[in-house]
């Protein structure tokens, strides 16, 4: 049944990921002819320095003109693991033109333009798959999309930033600050130069754009999904977090709100239970809990990062995409037919973990207390500390909008007793 | 997009999974045909007791001729949860013969006979999907052979049977014996009034025998498993177990050799360090670890049975299967094409957790060490303890063949001074 014309691939990229597609390709070409039905070649390599010594690679296949081997015609799955907007998004539109499928791992460009890269890839025929885009080697898109495609999901929460994760769990660990967690992370290679899209939560958004909009049948962009980095998060607030039983993750939360009629998408730390499965989420490992209606909690748990991880993703699609090529279908592309709203912010249901600054004198509680009764904010627990004329009260609330919650944090900032509002963290995972 | 003319499913069985995949299908139609590209439609429904009032099933589609059902020529997929190996099995060939793409369940009859099952679904140009046989609604079949296609799997660990993960937690945590953990399992609804399938670890030596042939693609049948059940484990087992930092889980393992060229796969309890994230798996759920050369170490964790888990798991399945249809393609079929060699019990390469009755006098532990070295087998730590005369043996060993081990053990018993063995438990986890 093994076809002997190779199906041809063309990698765009060879840093960390594409060179180790490339090694896998040829040290595992048996196995994957196998598994597809028919070889896959390397038909071309297209990177930015053509003069970097690449083991295992023949120079020949090597070019710095990425849409001239994209055009070249006889492609038929196009591997993009360059990564940003330009010039990906127009080499894979140029793929599909030029009749390739394509495998991509390219969250930042999927968060904000993967409807239009759907219908390109509809238009002429070929498939469009991303698995690497979002928690490295951990299937998570497929069993969304194909094995919980008979089922209502209506939670996905995860952490999907191993970098943040490390410095989290480093803070948890040893009490350090932000900045010693974040220098550390750097030092060993889990935080880049410029820890931005990480710490500040852009990469973890982009994938939360992408889950959500697997999970819930509907279109979700970057811009759709709100975001708060981790660079604030304290010493202080671990401590806070320990004595509730909680440590504090940077997690990815896409929900549908109670009704059905909407969902959201959202980035920020939280703090979690320690009894919580993602609480044991070490280093820079990443995990995803999804919650369906028939199936009940699942979780997926793995390596996020890496370059041999984020390969095996790579290659799962590829595989999965040539056999596709070869029985002359498709597998499923967009599935936006829900089209429900994403609702802002301040729609999120959730609770808050509150630390605020106060006077020490009678009746502060109760004026804050007030407060949060005004504002429809039902509290939980609170815990009162004073010391020297200093004192401080920690209050935890039951389940409310965030926009109430910001109400009630705004009239508490203009109470004379209130000196600051020290730290607001959400709880989430009960 | 959509057809109008639906695609046709016929249910045999309608017990606690099959009328749960029957209430979804109703309740879900619009969500199911917006994914699938054409509405589905309940064509009829094979049952035994056909006088049962089914909530929410037209009693106009029940029928107690499951073989006419399957040959009525115009059903597109057939759903099987009877289980068992007859009538599925012709039942399922029957499909096939008559056109029709099959979604089972049956763990059993896909240890048994899966091959031939594939096959014939190859021949008839069919599908032949079960996501739902191995672990609930986790998705685990989809993600090994599809997601992890370009990967090399080495190792798949994994509790794939809920009822006695219920008894060995309710034992850990409890400090009960098997008969009592045992008792409130049945009272619960955990366990059968007949527990011998999970106990004596039948049901999971089947699943491990489907999770080995994809892993590896190799085939694997139940036969090729080796099984020991879990009511030989004891309380003192337990706290043996908590001395080392560990629990004790039934697991399911299939491993590659070292050097490739062959396959296990078993079923016993085993001592796991409380570090492994397997060690948290709590009650009736389900977890499996995967170990591959790129991907590195996944776990995929949620509940592993139950109607609704198991309708989602065969829901999925069936969007899957109807999607092929409608594209006129099929999903992967089987892959054997490695075929290695299964190995038996006596090749597995493990860690051993022994206790000794002894002597209460010197020179024991030497003639032990003695008996230890001259098999091969090292020793990695011994505790000793002794009153009254009586005294035990903990030895821990290094990794050690299964045959070495056995070969210990018989000459242990044939010294004067061991009175007897008390247990022996395989280390995993490491």
Redesign the interface.
């Known amino acids: 049944m093994m076809r002997t014309r190779p199906l041809k691939v063309a990698l765009l990229g060879c840093g960390v990921v594409g060179s ?1 597609v490339a090694r ?1 390709m040829t040290t ?1 070409a048996d ?2 002819a ?2 597809i039905g028919a070889p896959v070649e390397l038909a071309g390599v297209a990177v930015r320095r053509p003069s970097k010594v690449r083991e295992g690679i023949d120079p020949a296949l090597v070019t710095t003109d990425a849409t001239a081997l994209v055009k070249r015609g006889d492609i038929d799955v196009v591997v993009e693991v360059i990564g940003g907007i330009e010039p990906a998004r127009t080499l894979i539109t140029t793929a599909f033109e030029y009749g390739a499928s394509v495998v991509s791992a390219n969250k930042a460009l999927l968060a904000q333009d993967g409807a239009a890269l759907h219908a390109a890839a509809n238009e002429h025929g070929e498939d469009l798959y991303y ?1 690497a885009a979002v928690a ?4 998570l898109i ?2 969304l999309r ?7 999901i209506n939670r996905v929460m995860g952490i999907v930033n191993g970098t943040t994760n490390f410095i989290l769990d480093k803070m948890d660990s040893t009490g350090a600050g932000y900045q010693e967690a974040l220098d550390e992370a750097t030092a060993l290679g889990y935080a880049e130069a410029d820890p931005t899209a990480d710490v500040e939560g852009f990469d973890a958004a982009a994938k939360a754009a992408i889950l959500a909009g697997i999970a819930f ?1 509907t279109r979700v962009r970057l811009d759709d999904v709100y975001r708060e980095g981790m660079a604030e998060v304290t010493a202080s607030d671990f401590a806070s977090a320990k004595a509730m039983g909680c440590t504090i993750k940077l997690l990815a939360i896409c929900e549908r709100a109670a009704d059905g009629g909407s969902v959201t998408a959202r980035v920020h730390p939280a703090m979690i239970p320690l009894t919580h ?1 993602l609480a ?1 989420v070490r280093g820079a490992y990443n995990a995803v809990f999804v919650e ?12 996020g990062a ?1 370059g ?2 984020t ?10 995409v040539c ?2 090529r070869l ?4 597998g ?1 592309g967009e ?1 936006a ?2 089209a429900l709203p994403v609702s802002p912010m301040g729609d999120v249901v959730t609770r808050y973990h509150i630390s605020l600054d106060v006077a020490d004198k009678p009746g502060v509680l109760a004026q804050v207390a007030t407060v949060f009764a005004e504002h429809g904010v039902s509290i939980d627990t609170v815990r009162q500390q004073g010391k020297d004329g200093e004192a401080s009260l920690v209050v935890v609330t039951h389940r409310a909008s965030d926009a109430s919650l910001t109400g009630t944090v705004e009239a508490l900032r203009k109470l004379d007793t209130v000196r600051g509002v020290a730290s607001i963290m959400r709880v989430e995972g009960e």
Chains 1, 2 share one sequence.
């Open positions: 180790e896998i595992h196995d994957l196998a598994r698995e490295g080697a951990i299937p497929r069993p194909e094995s919980l495609a008979g089922d209502k049948h499965p044991s369906s209606d028939a199936s009940g909690q699942l979780m997926f748990y793995g390596p890496g041999a991880p390969a095996s993703a790579v290659l799962g699609d590829l595989v999965a056999r596709n029985s002359g279908a498709t499923p599935s037919y829900a």
